[in-house]
């Protein structure tokens, strides 16, 4: 009970967190450009706190989970009329200012990645490990390298299997395969490949006796045994310390793009889209993803709240409609006719957006209920 408690606190300072930075993002913009803030409210539903300071409200709502600015202009429903002329109405404003606004929002969230990404990369020593199938990868800003951490070692035979039939050790190290001495555990898989269909010498030692092993490769390339990587894949900024954070901003992009690339592949060749679907997730994925993660300590937690600001970024910048890529895109769209759009077509593009947002915010969430042992697995 202690657990779902200190999770439900941690989920809610995360989204809290996530939230005033997008919005103190849109605020400090419109102050900029001297559009009139009616209120900066965290949370929704009745107010708890309020303060009014310099013609703005600063309240705290009694939902904690996500907030908003107003902004006069920006929906104004029952007194538009009236502050249509006001000098603080961002609609009086400049285009280029009103897209400034809008992308406050994803751009705070942004640099918030960038500055806890610096914080993390320099507590881990600039080298962040990444998963061995990125070991082809090109970083902006870093080096990609290899770290061994131990012998190329396999941990079970497979009964009935080539290597069994050759009496090896039920667990060893593999010292060569012919005269190819090896380092990397991956290596194996490479050499055997040019080997099918035939016998190979292999050195093993198991404990400190080493003895060679002559054993047959199967057509498809294998052996019969169960290989564990003996290396770790490194992305180091040692370099490129001072701009490390906004690197690996642009990393992690290429990263998430390269991963559901792939995904997005392999689910069309076999036709099973479970796994791609399975990476959209929503609050009841984030709750396990705090719940699994809170275990290794602040460094690691507030790097998957980066993460997550990342993610509230890339989403915020869809062109949405409701979301504020949707808002810059009507802007951008505006300036080219160089006429607004009617105000009654826009709210209802703006609105109808919105409710279809909705909806599909509450199928995912209800998709995460359902698979909700599968989220669990994920992070057990």
Not at 335 to 355: A, M, P
Request: charged content about 20%; proline content about 3%; hydrophobic content about 45%.
């Amino acid at each position: 009970m202690l657990s779902i408690i200190l999770n439900v606190l941690l989920f809610i300072l995360v989204i809290g967190v996530l939230t005033f930075v997008h919005e103190l993002g849109h605020f400090l913009v419109a102050k900029a450009i001297k559009a009139k803030v009616y209120e900066f409210a965290l949370g929704f539903g009745p107010k708890l706190l309020k303060k009014k300071y310099k013609g703005t409200e600063y309240s705290i709502r009694m939902l904690p989970l996500g907030g908003f600015v107003k902004i006069m202009g920006d929906g104004d429903p029952g007194k538009y009329e009236e502050v249509k002329k006001d000098p603080g109405n961002l609609n009086n404003k400049p285009k280029i200012a009103q897209v400034a606004v809008m992308l406050a929002g994803v751009t705070m969230n942004i640099l918030f990645c960038v500055v806890v990404y610096f914080i993390v990369i320099a507590s881990m020593g600039w080298k962040i490990p990444l998963s061995n199938d990125f070991d082809g990868f090109n970083p902006v800003g870093g080096t990609i390298s290899r770290e061994i951490v131990g012998g190329v070692e396999y941990s079970e035979v497979v009964d009935g299997g080539n290597a069994q039939k050759a009496n090896i050790p039920v667990k060893g190290e593999i010292k060569s395969i012919g005269e190819v001495e090896l380092k990397y555990s991956d290596e194996i898989k490479d050499v055997l490949a040019k080997n099918k269909g035939e016998s190979v010498n292999m050195n093993i030692c198991e404990e400190d006796v080493c003895k060679d092993y002559k054993v047959d490769v199967s057509e498809e390339g294998t052996i019969g045994i169960s290989l564990s990587s003996n290396y770790y894949v490194i992305l180091s900024y040692e370099n490129n310390k001072a701009f490390s954070g906004f690197a690996h901003v642009i990393n992690t992009l290429f990263l998430i793009s390269d991963r559901l690339g792939d995904m997005f592949k392999e689910a069309k060749q076999t036709g099973d889209y479970s796994d791609l679907s399975n990476s959209v997730s929503g609050p009841v994925g984030i709750y396990f993803l705090i719940d699994y993660f809170k275990q290794f300590g602040f460094i690691t937690f507030v790097s998957i709240m980066a993460d997550l600001s990342l993610s509230l970024a890339i989403i915020n910048i869809l062109p949405i409609p409701a979301l504020d890529g949707g808002r810059v895109l009507i802007l951008v769209i505006e300036g080219i006719l160089r006429k607004d759009l009617n105000e009654k077509v826009e709210s209802l593009i703006i609105n109808t957006s919105f409710i279809l947002l909705m909806i599909l915010v509450l199928f995912i969430m209800v998709k995460d209920i359902i698979n909700i042992d599968n989220i669990k697995s994920m992070f057990s």
